[in-house]
T-cell receptor, first 115, second 115 residues
């Protein structure tokens, strides 16, 4: 089956630094990638929708300057958490799909801890 | 606006019991897709099923079955003869045309299956 690779699996950083998370579709071309955030024992909250070659569409309340998303190719999207603060600590999950009506394939997630 | 409600926060059953996870959705679109995903303790989401709005046929896959009823806007998931390995968080999700087919998740139901 299709595989989405997400790296790193976990990262610990100091407050004020930036962290980049990569999401790759390994065996299919992902026309759309999504970034979700999940707090402990809570649901997945959609942060943004990323289409290859165009600017990401952010959900209401998500700071686009804080969470930079780049979808440079059909197989790679990156999320950069800029000037991270402890409140940004969370589990970030990427997902990808080939077509609009296709199921999502998920990365394994990245646990971000900001000290 | 699209919305998914999973009223059951946690369910605990004993192995071999049947269990039904409820999902109620809201959408104004006539074209939409419904999904169920499983999130085991490892964190990675696993796709279980996709159903489009024009197909109300119920589906059975092994011990899993799904009941889609447009009249009540419900898409319930039943596990027959539950097993300990079924313990996980189960998410119902909705993807609608108006929203660019972005996928929105319900709050999730945490299922505990005791031996």
């Amino acid at each position: 089956g299709a595989v989405v690779s997400q790296h790193p699996s976990w990262v610990i950083c100091k407050s004020g630094t930036s962290v980049k998370i990569e999401c790759r579709s390994l065996d299919f071309q992902a026309t759309t990638m999504f970034w979700y955030r999940q707090f402990p024992k809570q649901s997945l909250m959609l942060m943004a929708t990323s289409n290859e070659g165009s600017k990401a569409t952010y959900e209401q309340g998500v700071e686009k300057d804080k969470f930079l998303i780049n979808h440079a190719s059909l197989t790679l999207s990156t999320l950069t958490v800029t000037s991270a603060h402890p409140e940004d600590s969370s589990f970030y999950i990427c997902s990808a799909r080939q077509g609009f009506n296709e199921k999502l394939f998920f990365g394994s997630g990245t646990q971000l801890s900001v000290l | 606006a699209q919305k998914v409600t999973q009223a059951q926060t946690e369910i605990s059953v004993v192995e071999k019991e049947d269990v039904t996870l409820d999902c109620v959705y809201e959408t104004r679109d006539t074209t939409y897709y419904l999904f169920w995903y499983k999130q085991p303790p490892s964190g990675e989401l696993v796709f279980l099923i996709r159903r489009n709005s024009f197909d109300e046929q119920n589906e059975i896959s092994g011990r899993y079955s799904w009941n889609f009823q447009k009249s009540t806007s419900s898409f319930n998931f039943t596990i027959t003869a539950s097993q300990v390995v079924d313990s996980a968080v189960y998410f119902c999700a909705l993807s609608e045309a108006t929203g660019g087919f972005k996928t929105i998740f319900g709050a999730g139901t945490r299922l505990f299956v005791k031996a």
